[in-house]
């Protein structure tokens, strides 16, 4: 299960490096006057969070087929899962960075198509491999896909907050707030599962805590 630890690994580490980006950006953009913030005339570059997206969505679903170690398939829904994810994405963006009600509906309509489709994989065809996983891991998996519900959830309600009646630095804040919070469930809390996942499937294989101080003390 370690590949899926290391996916894991690097989609917060890739997340860490873009809330970076999105930081500066965000105080370049928004300066402290007389007790508010204004714009500064610099503009807000939310293509960070996109392309951190593009990279992290994939390998999100990636761990979560990994750690679960299908015996048929495996491979197939990952490249299944990864393109919808693609697509969920690149066709969301135009809808983001448009001022047009219409455009952000149309755009955010037509991203809601794969991001169905992955809700669907991830419940009807992930669901049917519960029944092979040890009890423990059930649990665990079921805890997963509710989290991924509830985060990827906020998404789509963050992106609509122009239409659902906030408008100008109120929008801003909203979309921004929304996302930053999903995103902190849905990758190092998300992560966290997969790890606690790995664990329990490797105890179910005959693995103990002390299997792995044996191994680090021969080697020291």
Do not use: C
Request: hydrophobic share 55%; aromatic share 12%; no cysteine.
């Amino acid at each position: 299960y370690r590949t899926a630890l290391t996916v894991s690994a690097l989609v917060v580490a890739i997340a860490f490096y873009h809330y970076l980006r999105i930081f500066e950006g965000w105080a370049a953009s928004y300066v402290l006057e007389d007790g508010m913030y204004v714009p500064s005339g610099v503009p807000f570059n939310d293509a960070y969070r996109y392309v951190d997206w593009l990279l992290t969505v994939p390998l999100l679903l990636t761990e979560a087929v990994l750690v679960l170690r299908l015996k048929q398939g495996a491979g197939g829904m990952i490249a299944r899962l990864s393109a919808a994810a693609v697509l969920m994405i690149v066709t969301g963006y135009p809808g983001e960075v448009s001022s047009d009600t219409a455009t952000r509906l149309l755009w955010g309509t037509i991203s809601t198509i794969p991001f169905i489709y992955i809700l669907y994989v991830l419940w009807v065809e992930l669901g049917r491999s519960l029944a092979a996983q040890p009890e423990k891991v059930r649990v665990l998996v079921r805890n997963l896909r509710l989290l991924l519900l509830a985060t990827w959830g906020v998404y789509p309600i963050a992106y609509l907050a122009p239409v659902l009646g906030f408008d100008g630095a109120g929008a801003v804040v909203a979309i921004q707030t929304g996302y930053t919070i999903a995103d902190i469930l849905a990758k190092p809390f998300f992560g966290a599962l997969i790890v606690w996942i790995a664990i329990e499937k490797s105890r179910a294989d005959g693995w103990s805590p002390s299997d792995a101080k044996a191994v680090a003390g021969a080697k020291a």
